[in-house]
């Protein structure tokens, strides 16, 4: 991770992914599945990820609500979210709150990352690339 991430995230407390985000990194991921299928996946790949607690499914919107406490102490807010583009494509955000004040020196960035990294490696076959 870069200086200027954990420059930026000494007053961020928050992070999230979106098509228009100006780091390649926290651009909106997209699968050739199904919005259902990819639920499935996604869903039960987040109950076995250790360190996370799932708090809230609603698979009728498509989020994943979870929780997860750092080595510090601090918890932050996960929320997993599947939108259905086409009938065989579904996009993938996450967006990470630090809970308490100041900010969180990148580590919802890191959190990010790990989540999109350990999503990509379940679902690579229907990764798609060039988006």
Do not use: C
């Not at 996009?91 to 990470?96: E, F, G, K, L, T």
Request: aromatic share 6%; glycine share 6%.
């Amino acid at each position: 991770m870069s200086l200027k991430r954990t420059l930026v995230g000494i007053i961020r407390s928050m992070e999230g992914t979106s098509d228009r985000a100006k780091d390649p990194k926290m651009k909106t991921r997209y699968y050739n599945l199904s919005r259902d299928k990819a639920w499935d996946e996604i869903s039960s790949l987040m109950k076995k990820i250790p360190g996370y607690k799932v708090l809230h499914e609603v698979p009728s919107v498509g989020e994943i609500t979870m929780e997860k406490r750092t080595t510090f102490g601090r918890t932050l807010d996960i929320t997993v979210t599947l939108i259905q583009v086409t009938p065989v494509r579904t996009a993938v955000d996450i967006y990470s709150a630090s809970k308490g004040s100041l900010g969180d020196l990148g580590a919802n960035y890191r959190i990010i990352l790990q989540l999109f990294d350990i999503i990509d490696k379940k679902l690579s076959r229907y990764k798609v690339t060039g988006e």
